[in-house]
């Protein structure tokens, strides 16, 4: 059962998997809603997470890495100013060895149920579960979203011809078609490079 329930500021997706789990390190499947947020705007829900992880813990999480977020580097290694929340959540088998298939909710802006594929870049809010866990000798914090309102949908279209510097000229036509589909490499798919999955014990229901 969850501790409590927050939600994120407005904040850019990050290889979201929203629509199919990600089976990369977990075959039951793995959804992720890590979200970038400028450091400014999310510093209070970090004190607050950074309060509950130091009650429950007995000591405060490190700044810049940890079960609930990271600081956002660009590619020379130099952090960008925004921090990304991890808010993941692992798919479970019941007692009766069922799919328990946790996939997160969506919500439109003005908060109507959708059903969509968001792209990293999309604009998004991220309600989740903080939940406090413990597994032997050790105890931590992870943020498992349980709903998204999507904000600013990038989807799954890949570059369109303006954006690859065509313009529209006299010539052939033909009907149009999804051809470009799969052309992006951000798409749901497409690794982030983060090897241990959402950095909580895999025993229990964290």
Do not use: C
């Not at 990600?22 to 400014?40: M, R």
């Amino acid at each position: 059962m969850a501790d409590k329930r927050l939600s994120t500021p407005v904040g850019t997706a990050v290889y979201p998997r929203l629509k199919t789990p990600d089976t990369k390190f977990d075959e039951l499947g793995q959804y992720k809603a890590d979200v970038s947020i400028p450091l400014a705007e999310a510093q209070s829900l970090m004190d607050e997470l950074q309060a509950d992880h130091k009650r429950h813990t007995g000591k405060a999480a490190k700044k810049a890495e940890n079960t609930m977020w990271i600081m956002e580097v660009d590619d020379s290694g130099e952090e960008t100013g925004n921090v990304i929340f991890k808010i993941r959540v692992k798919n479970r088998l019941n007692r009766k060895g069922e799919l328990w298939d946790r996939r997160p909710k969506q919500f439109s802006a003005d908060l109507k149920p959708i059903d969509v594929n968001p792209w990293g870049g999309s604009k998004m809010v991220v309600s989740f579960d903080v939940y406090e866990w413990t597994a032997g000798d050790k105890k931590g914090i992870s943020l498992q979203p349980v709903g998204v309102q999507i904000i600013e949908l990038v989807s799954g279209s890949g570059p369109n011809a303006s954006s690859m510097g065509f313009a529209a000229q006299d010539g052939y036509t033909a009907p149009e078609y999804e051809g470009s589909e799969g052309m992006s490499d951000k798409s749901e798919g497409a690794d982030d490079g983060d090897s241990n999955g959402d950095d909580t014990p895999d025993n229990g229901d964290y």
